[in-house]
């Protein structure tokens, strides 16, 4: 059971937009950042967004992050096949004096 | 190129105990903390803990499920991050991946670490199996 709430799968066809979403408490995403990572078949996750909205160094501007209250979301627009990986959220848990992650989703291209 | 490349991960049987590493390149390990992460066998990633920076007290924290078992460790000299891991059981089976991230703690006493755990190594192996 993950401290942070993801839906397990999504799904869109290539060229389009979609959200996945990412649903804490107030010890961890109501009162820290959030941080999307990807994680590729068979590779190591690679850090996506950071600081709720921002791109690290050659993530594409097709990916962005929001944050409202206890919730997050990540938003990919123009969909491609490579996208399709599982998308994980995380943040610091103030009451775990740890970080949490989400269950992760994995995001098929149609 | 800034790297992490873990190392130490074997076919261990329950109880036992094996120490992983994680050497770093690239920067300046002394200025981070360093997290361990593991994902077991089709599953998501768990946070196991993390040692911090000198500057922050070099002082550790656990998840729940590995605290009195795990223990992480750092060599800023040899810029060596590792986690040692006693009375191994089967639901430590995982891929143990090594983190950095670049924390400070506020006025307040809370963490922040604004860039997260930007980089990962490519991690390694624990099988946990009679």
């Known amino acids: 059971q993950s401290v942070l709430t993801q839906p397990p799968s999504a799904s869109a066809t290539p060229g389009h937009r979609v959200t996945i979403s990412c649903s804490g408490s107030?010890?961890?995403?109501?009162?820290?950042?959030v941080y999307w990572y990807q994680q590729l078949p068979g590779t190591a996750p690679k850090l996506l967004i950071f600081?709720?909205?921002q791109r690290p160094s050659g993530v594409p501007d097709r990916f962005s992050g929001s944050k409202s209250g206890t919730s997050a979301s990540l938003a990919i627009s123009g969909l491609r096949s490579e996208d399709e990986a599982d998308y994980y959220c995380a943040a610091w848990d103030d009451s775990l004096s740890g970080w949490v992650f989400g269950g992760g989703t994995k995001l098929t291209v149609l | 190129e800034v790297r992490l490349v873990e190392s130490g991960g074997d076919l261990v049987q329950p109880g036992r105990s094996l120490r992983l590493s994680c050497t770093s390149s690239g920067f300046s390990f002394d200025e981070y903390a360093m997290s361990w992460v593991r994902q077991a066998p089709g599953k998501g990633l768990e946070w196991v803990g993390f040692i911090r920076s000198k500057p922050f007290g070099g002082t550790t924290e656990y998840a729940a499920s590995v605290k009195g078992r795990f223990t992480i460790s750092r060599d800023d000299s040899k810029s060596i991050a590792y986690l040692q891991m006693n009375s191994l059981k089967s639901d430590d089976t995982a891929v143990y991946y090594c983190?950095?991230?670049?924390?400070?703690?506020?006025?307040?006493?809370?963490?922040?670490?604004?860039?997260?755990?930007?980089?990962w190594g490519q991690g390694t192996t624990v099988t946990v199996s009679s």
């Open positions: 983190t950095r991230e670049e924390g400070y703690y506020d006025s307040r006493g809370y963490y922040h670490a604004p860039s997260g755990m930007d980089v």
């Open positions: 600081a709720n909205n």
């Open positions: 107030s010890s961890n995403i109501g009162s820290n950042y």
